[in-house]
């Protein structure tokens, strides 16, 4: 059907001829799995389970409402110490207020050493990204592909509504105060803060290939983040808290904003530009005030990626010291040490410092790969792993050693 419609659109609501979808909410009970793989149900998550194995509230009695299939219903409750409690920051990280220009914002409230949790977040709503309608019919072809557009649209107001309608007073209210770029172009007032609000996961996934099986996350604090080319943060999804983890993806000052992308790094800064449109979004952060400079620098960063597409870390086919710091210096002055590009060329840097025998610079890059890890999943830093290059070291001193050329820290 191609992409949805943004911006001022002209004739939006139902055509004429077309009623108002006629829908009814589909969820018989909270600890019910047997629905098909593919129905649609609404429900309220996450639950856990006592320790006599039944179904109750999670620890952090803070509730989602979810518009999800069926498949990912018991993919949820099956998740070992699912309704875990919520992880917090040591202390108050950030805070909410106006953002020059851009609405609200969050900011660093102290000094935030990269890989440090600034907030974990449940959603308030969760939905399918493919928006589709559950008209008992097919909508009517004789439709140009914009009506369509605009039933499909109608269509999913009423279906999001009957989730919304199910959230508890304080969590609407907070939904309904976020930011709305779609009020234009037929989107209603939810399907517009949910196509603006949004973040997604490879974790909520169903069956479906590529983006036909993905869900969108709407969050209260996180959907408050503001957009950068250079983002100083990550969010990851943790499944066992139901959670959006926020940690700092680089050294975060106190007062500085703090910073999502709403689009592809490693794009030109005309190509971001047109992206951000759909969110009546101007950026002007460094990158995208010196083009000249900086589009090289991405394009150098987008073919190391291109050139390592998919590939594992430890299938990464070595380079020469010199080109690895010619395209870390790229990532670095771009801020972007959130993409796996940036890990790559790290992990590279971090095995040929241990050929050379080099210790000291090894175990720098190791520790920035294994901050990168604890961003991107959580995964806790380990300084044995620092310590030994995740085991690099011990390979290399083996060769080094019988090569007589081990430099010692």
Same mark, same amino acid.
């Given at each position: 059907?191609?992409?949805?419609?943004?911006?001022?659109?002209?004739?939006?609501?139902?055509?004429?001829?077309?009623?108002?979808?006629?829908?009814?909410?589909?969820?018989?009970?909270?600890?019910?799995?047997?629905?098909?793989?593919?129905?649609?149900?609404?429900?309220?998550?996450?639950?856990?389970?006592?320790?006599r194995d039944r179904l109750t509230l999670p620890l952090?009695?803070?509730?989602?409402?979810?518009?999800?299939?069926?498949?990912?219903?018991?993919?949820?409750?099956s998740t070992p110490g699912i309704g875990s409690r919520?992880?917090?920051? %040591?202390?108050?990280?950030?805070?909410?207020?106006?953002? $020059?220009?851009?609405?609200?914002?969050?900011? &660093? #409230?102290?000094? !935030?050493?990269?890989?440090?949790?600034?907030?974990?977040?449940?959603?308030?709503?969760?939905?399918?990204?493919?928006?589709?309608?559950?008209?008992?019919?097919?909508?009517?072809?004789?439709?140009?592909?914009?009506?369509?557009?605009?039933?499909?649209?109608?269509?999913?107001?009423?279906?999001?509504?009957?989730?919304?309608?199910?959230?508890?007073?304080?969590?609407?209210?907070?939904?309904?105060?976020?930011?709305?770029?779609?009020?234009?172009?037929?989107?209603?007032?939810?399907?517009?803060?949910?196509?603006?609000?949004?973040?997604?996961?490879?974790?909520?996934?169903?069956?479906?290939?590529?983006?036909?099986?993905?869900?969108?996350?709407?969050?209260?604090?996180?959907?408050?983040?503001?957009?950068?080319? %250079?983002?100083?943060?990550?969010?990851?999804?943790?499944? $066992?808290?139901?959670?959006?983890?926020?940690? &700092? #993806?680089?050294? !975060?000052?106190?007062?500085?904003?703090?910073?999502?992308?709403?689009?592809?790094?490693?794009?030109?800064?005309?190509?971001?530009?047109?992206?951000?449109?759909?969110?009546?979004?101007?950026?002007?952060?460094?990158?995208?005030?010196?083009?000249?400079?900086?589009?090289?620098?991405?394009?150098?960063?987008?073919?190391?990626?291109?050139?390592?597409?998919?590939?594992?870390?430890?299938?990464?086919?070595?380079?020469?010291?010199?080109?690895?710091?010619?395209?870390?210096?790229?990532?670095?002055?771009?801020?972007?040490?959130?993409?796996?590009?940036?890990?790559?060329?790290?992990?590279?840097?971090?095995?040929?410092?241990?050929?050379?025998?080099?210790?000291?610079?090894?175990?720098?890059?190791?520790?920035?790969? %294994?901050?990168?890890?604890?961003?991107?999943?959580?995964? $806790?830093?380990?300084?044995?792993?620092?310590?030994?290059?995740?085991?690099?070291?011990?390979?290399?001193?083996?060769?080094?050693?019988?090569?007589?050329?081990?430099?010692?820290?």
């Amino acid at each position: 059907m191609g992409p949805l419609p943004y911006g001022l659109v002209e004739k939006t609501g139902l055509p004429p001829g077309v009623e108002k979808l006629k829908y009814e909410n589909t969820e018989f009970s909270a600890g019910r799995l047997d629905y098909a793989p593919m129905q649609k149900i609404h429900t309220t998550q996450p639950l856990r389970y006592d320790e006599r194995d039944r179904l109750t509230l999670p620890l952090d009695p803070v509730m989602t409402e979810c518009y999800i299939s069926g498949f990912l219903k018991r993919k949820i409750l099956s998740t070992p110490g699912i309704g875990s409690r919520m992880l917090r920051p %040591s202390s108050t990280m950030h805070r909410i207020s106006e953002s $020059p220009g851009k609405g609200l914002g969050m900011f &660093a #409230t102290k000094d !935030i050493p990269a890989g440090e949790l600034i907030v974990a977040d449940r959603p308030l709503l969760i939905f399918p990204r493919n928006i589709a309608t559950q008209r008992t019919g097919a909508v009517p072809l004789h439709l140009t592909m914009h009506e369509m557009q605009q039933v499909i649209l109608n269509d999913t107001e009423v279906i999001y509504k009957a989730s919304v309608d199910r959230m508890e007073p304080d969590r609407k209210e907070a939904f309904f105060k976020l930011a709305n770029s779609h009020t234009d172009d037929g989107s209603g007032p939810i399907v517009g803060r949910v196509r603006t609000n949004g973040f997604g996961s490879a974790d909520m996934m169903d069956l479906g290939e590529g983006t036909a099986g993905q869900y969108t996350i709407i969050c209260d604090e996180l959907s408050r983040l503001n957009h950068s080319c %250079s983002p100083n943060t990550k969010h990851f999804w943790d499944m $066992p808290t139901f959670c959006m983890q926020l940690r &700092a #993806t680089r050294h !975060i000052k106190k007062d500085e904003e703090l910073t999502t992308t709403y689009c592809d790094l490693m794009e030109s800064a005309a190509d971001r530009q047109a992206t951000l449109d759909a969110y009546q979004l101007k950026c002007d952060c460094a990158s995208c005030a010196n083009p000249a400079i900086s589009d090289p620098r991405r394009r150098k960063c987008r073919e190391w990626g291109n050139q390592n597409d998919g590939r594992v870390l430890a299938d990464l086919d070595p380079a020469p010291l010199n080109r690895l710091l010619d395209v870390f210096k790229a990532y670095i002055a771009e801020g972007l040490e959130e993409t796996i590009g940036y890990s790559q060329v790290v992990f590279l840097l971090m095995n040929a410092y241990a050929e050379k025998g080099d210790v000291q610079n090894m175990r720098v890059y190791a520790k920035r790969l %294994s901050l990168w890890k604890h961003v991107s999943n959580g995964d $806790p830093v380990d300084p044995r792993e620092i310590e030994t290059g995740f085991g690099a070291l011990a390979v290399a001193e083996m060769a080094l050693r019988l090569k007589g050329k081990l430099k010692r820290k």
